[in-house]
C-alpha cells in the first residue's frame, strides 16, 4: 500500500540551529515527492518539490530537501532554524504518471517547535 | 490573486445536524481536492473535481457526505447528519491543469468542525 512515514510527531530545537525532518516513503515507483508546512491559522503552503533529475531541491524560506532512492527518503533540512519556522510540516507523495486524480497522500506531520 | 478561501473557518455542531463546508478555488483552477484531516492522523484525500465533474471520489467516508461543484467554480461540502467521528479539519485545495502531475495545489486555511 502506499503510505508516508514521518516518524517524529514533535521535534524542538534551539533558534540557529539545524534541522532535519524526517520521511519515508512507500510506493510502486518513485513518487513526486512534496514538502507542505502550516503554520498557525495557514493553510499548506508548499516549501518544495521533487520530481525528476537533482536529488538535492531547494525550496523556499531557506529549506532543501534530499531525495534517496536506495532509501526512499525525502529528508527535510534547513541549516539555520528561525523563531518564525515553528509549524507543522507535512511530507507528502503522488503518483507520477500524471493523467491521474494526482491526489496527494500524507504523512501524519511534524510539529516543529524552536526555543529562544 | 486571492488564494483559496474556505468558509466558515471553524463550526461546531451537535450529533445528526447538517453541516455545509464551502470552497472557492483559485480563479481559473479546474482541479478541486477536498482532505480531511483527524485529529492526530494523517490528511486523506476526500475526492477530486475536474471542473464540475468528480474525478475521484474514492476517499469519501461514506453517503453522509455530498459534495459538489456547480459550475466548476466554488464547491461544497455537505455532512447530514453529522456523527462524532466527522470531527477533524477539512482542507480544500486547487491547482490549474487537469492531467499534469507536476501542477502545485494551492491549499485553503481549512475549517475545523467540531460535532459534539
Known amino acids: 500500500a502506499q503510505s508516508v512515514t514521518q516518524p517524529d510527531i514533535h521535534i524542538t530545537v534551539s533558534e540557529g540551529a539545524s534541522l532535519e525532518l524526517r520521511c519515508n516513503y512507500s510506493y510502486g515507483a518513485t513518487p513526486y515527492l512534496f514538502w507542505y508546512v502550516q503554520s498557525p491559522g495557514q493553510g499548506l503552503q508548499l516549501l518544495l518539490k521533487?520530481?525528476?533529475?537533482?536529488?538535492l531541491v531547494q525550496g523556499i524560506k531557506g529549506f532543501e530537501a534530499e531525495f534517496k532512492r536506495s532509501q526512499s527518503s525525502f529528508n527535510l533540512r534547513k541549516p539555520s532554524v528561525h523563531w518564525s519556522d515553528a509549524a507543522e510540516y507535512f511530507c507528502?507523495?503522488?503518483?507520477?504518471?500524471?493523467?491521474?486524480?494526482?491526489?496527494?497522500?500524507f504523512g501524519t506531520g511534524t510539529l516543529l517547535a524552536v526555543q529562544p | 490573486e486571492a488564494g483559496v478561501t474556505q468558509f466558515p473557518s471553524h463550526s461546531v455542531i451537535e450529533k445528526g445536524q447538517t453541516v455545509t463546508l464551502r470552497c472557492d478555488p483559485i480563479?481559473?483552477?479546474?482541479?478541486l481536492y477536498w482532505y480531511r484531516r483527524v485529529m492526530g492522523k494523517e490528511i486523506k484525500f476526500l475526492l477530486h473535481f475536474v471542473k464540475e465533474s468528480k474525478q475521484d471520489e474514492s476517499g469519501m467516508p461514506n453517503n453522509r457526505f455530498l459534495a459538489e461543484r456547480t459550475g466548476g467554480t466554488y464547491s461544497t461540502l455537505k455532512v447530514q447528519p453529522a456523527e462524532l467521528e466527522d470531527s477533524g479539519v477539512y482542507f480544500c485545495?486547487?491547482?490549474?491543469?487537469?492531467?499534469?502531475?507536476?501542477?502545485?495545489?494551492?491549499f485553503g486555511q481549512g475549517t475545523r468542525l467540531t460535532v459534539v
Open positions: 485545495a486547487s491547482s490549474q491543469m487537469y492531467g499534469g502531475g507536476n501542477t502545485e495545489a494551492f
Open positions: 480563479s481559473g483552477h479546474d482541479n
Open positions: 507528502a507523495v503522488a503518483s507520477p504518471y500524471g493523467g491521474a486524480t494526482n491526489k496527494l497522500i
Open positions: 521533487y520530481f525528476s533529475g537533482d536529488t
